[in-house]
């Protein structure tokens, strides 16, 4: 102030100018840190699982570098944030700014069935190229007509389901008879039904308990997913069937999305489609590793064969006649799926 003084400003003018400083310095500081931005992002999986990888390796590295750190990305696994439904709900109100989940919304959105369909894939190379090329590109924007509060960004691996089991499980006829949790989606619990067996709808973090405890005698999910959640510690057998590759899909909150500058944006959208390619290879990568892993430990690993996939095929067509019969859409869906190269 003395120096303001000095400059020919007088004692009442210079502490005038000496606030309107103070306080033009407050509201930049304020300013500057508005422009940081926080993501965070939520999961039901472990961190070993190639989706949950993704997010950490590909999707958290290149959103903070790419921004210069203007985008931090804090990433919580295993359901820390809460189960599919509440991720599902958290990113449609806002709470949560990015999730990965399945098709938890297929009650409200029917063609989302399609990334639970049986034996959809000739392999897992074609599930690859179907959600990272461009069917998925349109399907996204139909998904985004449909829920617009959100922005599905891209489509991961889930696994290839496989089913396990306390009892005898190395062929078609030994299902019948058995309690198997599946997930609440009518084509899994569908599937086992048709097979002799009956289904159990149990969320997943309450999965090992249950077949710890005998409530069910074993459950359907991938090789992956066995070894994460620690499923070969309480299961004798594992019969892969590979009936459903399933997937997860990476979604974000619009408002949030839609606040973000053109070029924030272009760097999230690219840094999801990446993860999306990083996850399906590493998965398909994992698959013999983690079958060797499940041998190891001593799970009797039943290979389905030719034949008897035909024989499960032959039997779950009263849920594939039941899904073609009551949405329309499925047929025309499906033929496009298979015609994916």
């Known amino acids: ?49 190639p989706i949950a990888q993704a997010v950490e390796t590909v999707f958290k590295t290149q959103v903070e570098a790419k921004t210069n750190g203007a985008i931090k990305v804090e990433v919580y696994h295993s359901g820390s944030l809460g189960n599919e439904q509440t991720l599902w709900d958290s990113v449609r109100n806002g709470s949560i700014e990015v999730v990965v989940v399945g098709s938890v919304m297929n009650s409200e959105y029917k063609p989302m069935l399609i990334s639970d369909w049986p034996f959809l894939y000739r392999d897992l190379a074609h599930a690859k190229n179907v959600w990272t090329g461009a069917f998925a590109d349109g399907f996204l924007k139909e998904f985004d007509a ?74 359907d999910n991938g090789m992956v997913t066995v070894l994460s959640e620690k499923l070969n510690e309480v299961q004798k057998y594992l019969y892969e069937t590979n009936h459903i590759v399933a997937t997860m899909e990476i979604i974000v909150n619009a408002p949030f999305f839609d606040g973000l500058s053109a070029e924030q944006q ?41 034949e008897d996939k035909e024989r499960i095929i032959a039997a779950i067509q009263p849920t594939l006649n039941k899904l073609y019969a009551e949405n329309d859409w499925a047929q025309a869906l499906v033929e496009k799926v298979k015609a994916v190269q």
């Open 146 to 219: 449909q829920f617009p509060q959100t922005y599905m960004l891209s489509v991961g691996p889930n696994s290839a389901r496989t089913f396990t089991s306390n009892k005898k499980l190395t062929g078609v006829d030994d299902f019948k008879g058995q309690k198997f949790r599946m997930p609440q989606n009518p084509i899994h619990t569908g599937i086992v039904t048709d097979l002799g067996a009956s289904a159990q709808v149990i969320p997943l973090n309450e999965l090992f308990n249950s077949l710890q405890t005998g409530v069910v005698d074993g459950q």
């Open 266 to 306: 272009a760097i999230v959208r690219d840094a999801a489609k990446e993860s999306a390619v990083f996850a399906w290879d590493e998965y398909i990568k994992s698959v013999d590793i983690d079958r060797q892993k499940l041998i190891d430990g001593g799970m009797t690993v039943t290979p389905c064969a030719p």
């Open 1 to 49: 102030m003395q120096i303001l003084q000095k400059k020919g400003l007088g004692a009442a003018k210079a502490a005038a100018f000496v606030a309107a400083f103070a306080a033009a310095s407050v509201f930049m500081a304020g300013c500057a840190k508005s422009k940081d931005i926080t993501i965070k992002v939520g999961d039901t999986w472990s961190a070993t699982h």
